[in-house]
């Protein structure tokens, strides 16, 4: 599949809701890479693989306010690797076993 790139403008007050954006780009499927954008930090760019755009900026409006999808591009192989790493760069890696992962009780049941 082709990567994708994602721009996402919100309106982010302070520090407390840029970290809750960025939380929420990245507990996404499908997303490897997320970083702040623009003048005033009021954008997000999400790098990643079968992004879902349309849930994303949902659950971003949910818990941060109002959002707006502004681009999506799709990237090849070549690009990519053209392409210099910043500094900036949040990545994610989701292994298996942590989506499966349940809730475990700090206590012990007796019998």
Request: hydrophobic content about 35%; cysteine-free; proline content about 2%.
């Amino acid at each position: 599949m082709l990567q994708q790139i994602v721009v996402i403008k919100i309106s982010m007050n302070n520090s407390k809701s840029r970290t809750k954006a960025m939380k929420i780009a990245v507990s996404t499927p499908g997303v490897v890479s997320v970083k702040l954008h623009g003048d005033s930090m009021d954008k997000i760019v999400v790098t990643g693989v079968g992004i879902d755009t349309t849930n994303l900026t949902v659950l971003i409006r949910k818990k941060v306010g109002f959002t707006e999808l502004v681009s999506v591009q799709t990237i090849s192989k070549q690009e990519d690797e053209e392409e210099e790493e910043d500094t900036s760069t949040v990545h994610y890696y989701r292994s298996r076993n942590e989506q499966s992962m349940g809730w475990t009780p700090s206590y012990q049941y007796s019998a």
